[in-house]
């Protein structure tokens, strides 16, 4: 089942915009991820947050966290043509650290 | 750096073959997880394993099994190809709650 639903499933922004992406959830979690996958590649852990923690930063990432709502967002701020790649929200939703749940992605495209 | 290794990025099988995907990680996690990724559908897990010799299915197991013989090494195995199994392949392995992931294999079943 899907925990995390991505949204909006693609966009496509300038060089130098921000690009802002929501990922909301059913159940209770201990944290949520975000992961990053270039075309053809794996995925890469990029940032997570715990569920007693509303923002977090890192570098040019900035990662909201709503519990009450059961919502994520993730900002990538000042876009450049590499952060071309898909975007996932992943959760712990079966209450494991170790087990995770991803949403189907959100594909962000930069043109230069 | 933490190293997930897949050992092919390209597969291309016969339907009914038995296929192997081997996996290794050299960071001595303990977590390793079998993915699948199809289009629009996300990463849907398969199979994972605390340990060594230790497997539990995930949310779409049938068709595979896992091998889990040395802590480094986790094999996803087809038991009998079938054309609905072409699919992109995703290894990972686990601590402090963060996944490390291999390139992928691309499987195509014909």
């Known amino acids: 089942s899907q925990q995390g639903e991505e949204d909006p499933q693609a966009l496509s922004i300038q060089e130098g915009e921000n690009a802002t992406m929501n990922c909301s959830y059913k159940?209770?979690?201990?944290?949520l991820q975000w992961y990053r996958q270039n075309s053809g590649r794996g995925l890469v852990h990029l940032i997570l947050i715990r569920s007693n923690e509303r923002e977090k930063h890192s570098g040019r990432l900035r990662v909201t966290l709503d519990t009450s709502k059961k919502s994520s967002s993730l900002l990538i701020t000042a876009s450049r043509a590499a952060d071309t790649a898909s975007y996932f929200c992943?959760?712990?939703?079966?209450?494991?650290?170790?087990?995770?749940?991803f949403g189907s992605g959100t594909q962000l495209t930069v043109l230069p | 750096d933490v190293k997930v290794t897949q050992s092919s990025r390209y597969l291309v099988k016969r339907t009914g073959e038995k296929v192997f995907l081997e996996c290794v990680q050299d960071m001595d996690h303990e977590n390793m997880f079998w993915y699948r990724q199809d289009p629009g559908l996300g990463l849907r897990l398969i199979y994972f394993?605390?340990?060594?010799?230790?497997?539990e299915k995930g949310d779409i197991p049938e068709g595979y099994s896992v091998s889990r013989e040395k802590k480094e090494r986790f094999s996803l195995i087809l038991e009998s190809a079938s054309t609905n199994q072409t699919s992109m392949y995703l290894c990972a392995s686990s601590y402090q709650d963060i996944q490390y992931f291999g390139a992928g294999t691309r499987l195509s079943v014909l």
């Open positions: 992943a959760t712990d939703a079966h209450g494991s650290a170790r087990q995770l749940t």
């Open positions: 394993s605390y340990d060594v010799k230790m497997k």
């Open positions: 159940t209770s979690i201990n944290n």
